[in-house]
């Protein structure tokens, strides 16, 4: 835990308190010493099971489920944007109204706000916007949102809204960032 400015000791004088008090209990011999020490300690029920040699295997199979996107049965073809759509977005006769980053959400995060700023658009009559998933890493398959927010705007109560998706242009954010067209109200 690291100290606060407000803290009135200095990392010295904290050390310096911490030598002067005795660690165990002068005047007893080391087993006296050891037998002190270990009073308090309850042993273990072995009924509880025996540790793994190697835990970290359960942990990381936990995250690498918790990170896999939820399945929506959804076909993003049929969204896709037409090459007419493409081309009016790539010439900038239709532009990019607004953005929304979503580097640093979680998915719960992610779909909160994509579904606030999705609304955003369609109450400000935005046409075209952009939302920039990241790329992810390796690690992580691509990144989790990269995949994951498409599905989530198709299978979402924003469907009818929807013109359709698209990969951004290279200076858009390319493969890290998605058009998002909405129909006119």
């Known amino acids: 835990m690291g100290r606060h400015p407000h803290d009135e000791e200095t990392d010295d004088e904290v050390k310096a308190s911490v030598a002067e008090e005795p660690m165990v209990e002068t005047g007893l011999d080391e087993e006296s010493q050891w037998a002190l020490a270990m009073s308090g300690v309850q042993p273990l029920d072995e009924s509880a099971g025996v540790a793994e040699d190697e835990p970290g295997h359960a942990l990381a199979e936990h995250f690498r489920l918790r990170q896999q996107p939820e399945q929506v049965d959804v076909d993003l073809q049929d969204l896709r944007l037409d090459r007419t759509t493409r081309e009016r977005i790539r010439r900038g006769m239709l532009r990019v109204q607004a953005s929304l980053d979503l580097h640093g959400c979680t998915q719960e995060e992610a779909i909160d706000e994509v579904n606030r700023f999705l609304d955003e658009a369609w109450m400000r009559n935005w046409r075209c ?22 599905t989530w705007i198709a299978a979402g109560r924003h469907r009818e809204r929807l013109i359709g998706l698209g990969t951004a242009e290279p200076h858009d954010g390319g493969d890290g960032a998605l058009y998002v067209v909405l129909r006119k109200r």
């Open 129 to 150: 916007v952009l939302v920039i998933t990241g790329k992810g890493t390796a690690k992580d398959g691509g990144g989790v949102l990269r995949s994951s927010v498409p």
